[in-house]
């Protein structure tokens, strides 16, 4: 080992680890301190455990190669569990202290019969004993509900409930269709709340709409019928995930939000579940003790070996995805009405998960890992609070494609310099599409793998590769070197990842590093004030008077060439009022064509009954306008809004409309209209109309009524009104017969065009992401956003940050190039190249005197590529591949 690599390796361990006795801990654990590759195996674990196909000793040397397990334990999502894998896991542990061993739970859901309380596996004789956590009626989330209109007894067996809303609840619903919901009816209190007190759970067995009654099976989970009066019960369905298989339950949805009812102990449900895991987790905690049969995983301390836990599909934000409250929610504060956790316009629900998560630290303190998912914007925030995230897929689970390269590095990289130490966060490497898993190119998988390098993650993975023979799970040769089985092979990087993106030309020609008067002058916002500010020199956005967030800016004009666009930047963000210091802000950073329209953000949208004035959209017509990313129609696909004009009850039509500056020079809107292919009923056609207001007048100058279910493209002159401010409207009207059957429309890829433009917009690139995010906290961060294949154009980059607080941008700059990374460690290297075409790298200048080989690797996964050849000065990968190489 050289000097060099020496000092950066200490100096890694000393980043990561924390003091004192945790850090002694961290230290003895040979996924820390190894190097790299740091790898374990997933749930696969777990589930040979389970299976009991396997006597312990031949399943702990299948587990042995890698650097750890993880897997549940516990009978939270999957009953039996805790039969035979507490026993297993606990062994491994004990057998071998130096791996890691953690456990996965559900963090955002619960099988109620494996609940303390009057749940648990239906019995209510439940109980803890010490501390006696016990979880009650209100700790639950459900959706808002309605009044019951008819008496209802106290009886036994079933029941049959008058409900004022029929519609509120669910049957044949679940993953797999065949789940009624559980509901829970409660007395209306003094001041007309539902008071969850007084409560019981029913399982749903019927609904009749007509009759507006429910059947359903009284005193469910150990709860006693009680009986309820007309006019003063309240009755709502659980929120619920799953099952997660064929034999497990529906999981009900804990209340972490900060206005959770509390019980007649004034506890919440954080306070409950807190002290359910610690007891666990911790040595002399309260142990359950079911009746009539011990769980193993409930006495005192059970798991006080486990090296910590992750909690699975854990998020922050809760609320719907359209923005908008529809029918039936969340109803957090139990007041009855639907709020998505989002009360007064703060995210009370998120800020409970960040708390508890918080209290649980306290609790568990640095000598045990807390981790929960995050590969997406709504997933948990507790940055220094927990010391990593799952990506559950990377980028995230669908994202096969690998299109969102730039924000999977983002979040894993934000984490990595905002956790509590000692910093771990790791990939599961799997992909989904509709419930399937994704098989995807040996190419794939190497990159996914590069970028966990990159990002200082560890890996594991349900995408399994073939087995070798003796192998009880298959292993990829770049985590053990191929046919040589050797774990941790790289060691410990000898530097920083090596961006070449931004060792090129700087389109902005350094304006962005030295933020002159100029520059600042060429940014835009319609509810910030951009100002410049001194050490470091950079860009300060702060909200105008009586602005609403997010903040929104842009830098406009920008003309790349072609090929790739690649941009860097150093970003801060003041905290946001009502929230906790250490919850970040979410910043999204999207590269549109100048002139294009079809963006995320939605703008204005209305309605109209027909012969009624211009309204908002009311979701109780059926009217719809919302953004879709790609809208398929006859396999061609569009960035699109897809606009549905109202239905039920009455017709006519919606918009959607925008205001806009047009060009100097002579112009014309470019689009395409659609009409859906998948509906089962036929449409009698759309009217599509486009009206253009200026200041004296408005204009239509677009009409086609569009039966096909295709797409059409359309081109119109609108160079009357060049350098005018205009108000452009997109009408989508059910037709002159007022017919909306299967009236789903789309406009799709709506642009302004400049004449005196030689190159065409570029736009539903389908590798190439419509916006990238990352995180934004109180200390810089280094973020990039890699656009594939954008050039030539002239293009907007464009800015929304979460929240008003001001917001601080340096080092800002602008690379046509792709995205290539590389990083040297002690005994080898790992080379990326993300985009879409060839890429070279020149092996001499980046690791001068030094020469690699190819991974040997095994006949059974690719190896044409890990051949063990020697290379040369030089090497080229090709489009989205990685490569690991062995230093000779």
Request: net charge neutral; hydrophobic share 35%.
């Amino acid at each position: 080992m050289t000097r060099r690599a020496t000092a950066l390796s200490a100096a890694w361990i000393l980043a990561v680890l924390p003091t004192a006795t945790a850090a002694d801990i961290w230290s003895e654990r040979e996924i820390f301190a190894k190097g790299y590759p740091r790898a374990f195996f997933f749930r696969a674990s777990e589930g040979l455990a389970r299976s009991k196909r396997f006597p312990f000793d031949a399943w702990e040397k299948g587990l042995l190669p890698l650097n750890g397990i993880m897997g549940k334990v516990l009978n939270e999502e999957i009953p039996g569990t805790s039969d035979t894998n507490v026993a297993f896991f606990t062994r491994f542990k004990a057998n071998h202290p130096e791996k890691l061993v953690l456990l996965h739970y559900n963090g955002n859901a619960r099988d109620p019969r494996d609940a303390p309380g009057p749940y648990g596996s239906g019995r209510p004789g439940q109980r803890l004993r010490g501390a006696s956590p016990e979880f009650f009626a209100g700790h639950w989330i459900y959706h808002n509900g309605c009044g019951i209109t008819s008496d209802l007894p106290a009886e036994d067996g079933e029941s049959v409930v008058h409900v004022e809303d029929p519609s509120l609840f669910k049957a044949n619903m679940g993953r797999y269709g065949d789940r009624n919901e559980d509901i829970g009816i409660c007395a209306l209190g003094p001041d007309g709340r539902p008071d969850w007190r007084i409560a019981e759970q029913l399982e749903l067995i019927s609904i009749d709409q007509a009759a507006r009654t429910l059947r359903v099976k009284r005193g469910a989970f150990g709860t006693k019928p009680l009986s309820f009066r007309a006019g003063r019960a309240y009755i709502a369905a659980h929120v619920t995930e799953g099952p997660w298989g064929r034999r497990s339950n529906l999981l009900w949805f804990y209340n972490y939000a900060t206005v959770c009812p509390r019980d007649a102990k004034g506890r919440t449900c954080a306070d409950v579940l807190l002290d359910d895991l610690a007891q666990r987790f911790l040595p002399g905690g309260a142990a359950l003790t079911p009746p009539g049969r011990a769980d193993p995983t409930a006495e005192p301390g059970a798991l006080q070996n486990f090296d910590g836990l992750e909690f699975d599909v854990m998020s922050f934000d809760r609320s719907p995805k359209s923005g908008r409250i529809g029918l039936r929610a969340m109803d957090c504060d139990a007041d009855g009405r639907a709020d998505g956790g989002i009360i007064d316009g703060v995210n009370v629900y998120g800020i409970g998960v960040y708390e508890f998560c918080r209290r649980l630290r306290e609790r568990l303190g640095s000598e045990k890992l807390i981790l929960a998912d995050g590969a997406g914007a709504r997933h948990q925030r507790g940055f220094g609070v927990l010391n990593g995230i799952e990506s559950e897929g990377w980028p995230h689970l669908s994202d096969w494609e690998i299109v969102d390269w730039s924000g999977g590095l983002n979040r894993h990289n934000f984490w990595r310099e905002n956790a509590h130490p000692p910093a771990f966060s790791y990939v599961n490497h799997k992909f989904i599409q509709k419930g399937k898993p994704v098989r995807v190119p040996p190419s794939i998988s190497r990159l996914v793998l590069a970028a966990c390098h990159f990002t200082d993650s560890a890996v594991t993975y349900s995408l399994q590769p073939p087995k070798d023979e003796g192998e009880l799970i298959g292993i990829y040769d770049e985590l053990r070197l191929g046919t040589e089985g050797k774990t941790n092979w790289l060691g410990m990087p000898v530097g920083e990842p090596r961006r070449l993106g931004f060792e090129s030309p700087d389109l902005l020609g350094g304006e962005g590093a030295k933020v002159a008067q100029a520059f600042a002058k060429r940014w835009t916002s319609e509810n910030a004030a951009v100002s410049m500010r001194d050490e470091p020199r950079a860009l300060r956005l702060v909200a105008k008077q009586s602005a609403e967030g997010p903040l929104r800016f842009a830098l406009r004009g920008v003309d790349v060439p072609d090929g790739d666009v690649l941009l860097r930047l150093r970003i801060r963000a003041d905290g946001m009022a009502a929230y906790p210091e250490g919850i970040a802000r979410l910043v999204w950073v999207a590269c549109h064509s100048a002139g294009e329209l079809i963006k995320p953000r939605i703008p204005l949208t209305g309605m109209a009954i027909r012969g009624g004035p211009e309204r908002p959209i009311d979701p109780a017509t059926g009217a719809v306008a919302r953004y879709q990313e790609r809208g398929t129609i006859g396999g061609e696909s569009h960035r699109s809004y897809v606009v549905h004009p109202p239905y039920k009850g009455a017709t006519g039509y919606a918009f959607w409309e925008t205001e806009l500056t047009l060009p100097p020079a002579d112009c014309q809107l470019e689009f395409h209209t659609g009409l859906s292919d998948t509906a089962r009923a036929t449409s009698d056609g759309v009217t599509f109309k486009i009206l253009l207001g200026d200041r004296d007048a408005e204009h239509e100058v677009f009409n086609r009524h569009h039966q096909e279910r295709a797409w059409r493209a359309h081109s119109v002159d609108i160079s009357r009104w060049k350098a005018k401010t205009v108000r452009l409207r997109f009408v989508s009207d059910v037709g002159p017969k007022d017919n909306p059957t299967a009236d789903q429309s789309y406009w799709g890829d709506v642009m302004v065009v400049r004449a005196d433009r030689n190159t065409r917009p570029r736009v539903s690139l389908p590798y190439t992401p419509i916006r990238i995010m990352t995180w934004a906290g109180s200390r810089w961060f280094d973020a990039s956003f890699y656009f594939r294949d954008r050039g030539p154009d002239t293009v907007d980059l464009e800015f929304e940050v979460e929240g008003i607080e001001p917001v601080d941008i340096a080092d800002m700059s602008l690379h046509a190039d792709a995205d290539a990374i590389c990083r040297e460690y002690e005994h080898g290297a790992v080379l990326a190249n993300p985009s879409m075409h060839q890429y070279t790298f020149d092996m001499a200048e980046l690791f001068p005197g030094q020469r690699f080989r190819r991974l040997k690797g095994s006949p059974k996964q690719d190896p044409n590529t890990n051949d063990g050849s020697p290379v040369g000065t030089s090497i080229t990968l090709g489009p989205r591949d990685a490569i690991f190489l062995v230093k000779e």
